[in-house]
């Protein structure tokens, strides 16, 4: 109810919703499968793009190909995580951010974006430059969206 309450804004009876689900590892297909959701969106005038969100994350090249491609879209777009038992941790907190509205099922959660190397570890300089850059990129999605970007930022720096 309360996420129907929330796309009432957006969705007037009748109105076409196109469904993304993002369930598993965000990778470079991951950016395809979101480009073609948005063409169709709004290739057939849809009110609003509904993200649904179930993953542990993924890389981080192409979640920021998948924020630009979310906020630039002309199509509104909701990301919820769902169902109940879902998350939206590391990269999937970045794709949560990025909605026009943001919402999460109960029983769910997000955050733990600290990036990660897929092997092996980063030295402490490079670590601290990685994490800097996260932290700008989801300081300024955050404040673009009218959001607690310093809450957000823990998220990448305390895990």
Partial sequence: ???LALMAPFVRAQEKVIALPIDGVIHPITVDIVKDAIAQARNEHAELLLVLLNTPGGLLDATREIIQELTASPVPVITY???SGARAASAGFFLLEAGDVAAMSPGTNAGAASPVLLTG?????MRKKV???AAALLRSLTSRRGRNSELAEQTIRDA
């Fill in 121 to 125: 570890q980063m030295d402490d300089v």
């Fill in 81 to 83: 995580v769902t169902p």
């Fill in 1 to 3: 109810m309360a996420l």
């Fill in 131 to 133: 994490e800097n850059d």
